[in-house]
């Protein structure tokens, strides 16, 4: 087995940024290159505003760039001497065509292989890290050995497993990396070449290995799996709220069954990111695809549950504010899909502004890390036009600021720093009756009542 001298990786998103500089610092005699033809996206990975917002990741990163670690967009060069090719392009769901809304855009995985099979010299191994859909190493396969000389490009399927807020945390402990290839000596060979850079901090019973199929479909299952476990304790906070349960406490009671497990049976107001959602249309188009219309449908009520539970919250606003918030504003706190990242993708945040801005509130907005302009280029690729976002939506610099003349305030993101805010104080500058909207279950709600705010709180009866 040769040991790689050089990593390059095509894409320097929120997976491939932050898993290469793991790798850099960890391995400082492997020289990594990430690159992209997002020019001001590389530019920032240069500064100390990366443009991924991760506790943590700047540590990793200056402890290597410069060093062994190079963000550019230089990416010919970086292909032609590298050993390991990493392809961490997006893969956002179609929005055209066939399987439109639900297949993946293989496009960008495409032109990345393409741009491979024409510069790389020397044999190579390229991994896919990106989430695709099953059989995608088929096709790379197909592209890249039509342009080059057969056996030159064995393809791996590495599948990221990290979660955005814990990327460092994850990567620097993960359960367990998947490594996938084909089972042949050339294959096997790859894939032990890979294992090697994982082996320098990973202890190498935590790195599986497998085909690459079981590799690519594993990835796809799992966040199936996870999304389906926020769905399954979501159905049952509209239970519990019809009762006098509470959904904390049945999440305990059935976490504790170690055939289920704690984790992941948090009920909030909606799973968002830019994986789960995408992943499990990924999984039932390709149900259908094989003919599985039954296993397909299953799949499918994870996401309408989600929906479901989205809009219900909405909807909960407005008949509580005696049905209409017409005029009326509501402040909300956060807009990120979970608390400490500044991603907004398929951020449940999203749906609830939208319900909320089409029933004609005025909205006021604070989250920590989400700039301005994405929270508009969100509503409006949500349907919300240009004139209500310029009448309905103030952008604020605090909690109180926003809950400042409001009628409600809605949590929509778990950020620790919406625990602090001095409600007292925030209750006197409300209007009465003053509600609350926990879509986290975040503050205190008794001490909220108790200071004279109306509480609703998900799946608490
Ligand atoms: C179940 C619950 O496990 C138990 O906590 C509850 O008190 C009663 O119901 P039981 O029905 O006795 O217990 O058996 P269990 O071991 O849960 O199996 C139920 C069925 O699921 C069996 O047919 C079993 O073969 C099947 N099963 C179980 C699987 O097909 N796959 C699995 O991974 C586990
Ligand atoms: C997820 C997977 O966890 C990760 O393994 C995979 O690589 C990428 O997709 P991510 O989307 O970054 O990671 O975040 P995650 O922590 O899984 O949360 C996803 C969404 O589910 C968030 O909106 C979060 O608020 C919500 N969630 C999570 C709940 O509503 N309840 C929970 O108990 C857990
Ligand atoms: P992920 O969450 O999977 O990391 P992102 O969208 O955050 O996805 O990142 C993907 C990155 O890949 C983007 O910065 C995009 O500019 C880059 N990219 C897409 N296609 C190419 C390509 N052919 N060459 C280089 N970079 C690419």
């Not at 391995?27 to 443009?51: K, Q, S």
């Not at 991994?127 to 190493?137: D, F, N």
């Not at 304790?233 to 519990?240: D, T």
Request: aromatic share 8%; with cysteine.
């Amino acid at each position: 087995m040769k040991s790689p001298k050089r990593i390059c990786c095509i894409g320097a998103g929120y997976v491939g940024g932050p898993t290469m500089a793991m790798i850099a610092a960890k391995c400082p005699d492997i020289r990594v290159d990430v690159v992209d033809i997002n020019e001001a996206r590389v530019a920032a990975w240069n500064t100390d505003e990366l443009p991924v917002y991760e506790p943590g990741l700047l540590e990793v990163v200056k402890e290597a760039r410069g060093r062994n670690l190079f963000f550019s967009t230089k990416t010919d060069e970086a292909i032609v001497d590298a050993d390991i090719i990493f392809v961490s392009v997006g893969t956002p769901t179609k929005t055209y065509g066939m399987g439109a809304g639900r297949a993946a855009d293989l496009c960008y995985i495409e032109s990345a292989a393409r741009m491979i099979a024409r510069v790389a010299r020397g044999p190579k191994i390229i991994v896919e890290k990106s989430t695709i859909p099953v059989r995608t190493a088929v096709a790379m396969r197909a592209i890249l050995s039509a342009n080059s000389e057969e056996g030159k490009f064995q393809v791996l399927s590495n599948p990221e497993f990290l979660a955005e807020g814990t990327a460092v945390e994850d990567l620097e402990n993960p359960d367990r990396i998947l490594i996938g290839g084909e089972r042949t000596p050339e294959g096997d060979a790859a894939v032990e070449t890979l294992v090697s850079v994982y082996n320098r901090w990973i202890p190498r019973e935590n790195i599986l290995t497998t085909n690459l199929w079981s590799s690519e479909l594993s990835k796809l299952v799992a966040n199936a799996f996870l999304a389906q476990r926020i769905s399954s304790i979501n159905s049952i906070s509209a239970l519990c709220e019809a009762t006098e349960a509470d959904v904390d406490e049945v999440a305990r009671a059935i976490g504790a069954d170690s055939r289920i497990g704690p984790k992941f049976l948090k009920a909030s107001v909606g799973f968002g990111g830019s994986c789960f959602q995408k992943d499990i249309l990924n999984l039932t188009y390709l149900c259908e695809h094989f003919g599985l219309p039954e296993v397909a449908a299953y799949w499918d009520q994870v996401i309408k549950m989600n929906d479901w539970q989205k809009s219900r919250f909405s909807a909960n606003i407005v008949q509580t504010l005696f049905n209409t918030v017409r005029d009326k504003r509501i402040a909300v706190w956060g807009f990120a899909f979970k608390k400490d990242t500044n991603d907004t993708r398929e951020s449940a945040a999203i749906y609830v502004c939208r319900d909320l801005l089409l029933e004609g509130a005025q909205i006021a907005l604070y989250d920590p890390r989400v700039p301005v302009q994405l929270i508009h280029q969100e509503l409006q690729y949500a349907g919300v036009s240009q004139d209500i976002i310029d009448q309905q939506l103030t952008i604020c610099a605090s909690c109180e600021e926003a809950a400042d003349g409001a009628h409600a305030v809605a949590i929509l993101t778990e950020w620790d720093e919406f625990r602090d805010v001095d409600f007292e104080q925030m209750y006197a500058s409300m209007f009465k009756p003053a509600f609350v909207f926990d879509g986290r279950d975040l503050v205190d709600h008794s001490q909220l009542r108790e200071i004279g705010f109306e509480v609703y709180a998900i799946g608490k009866g």
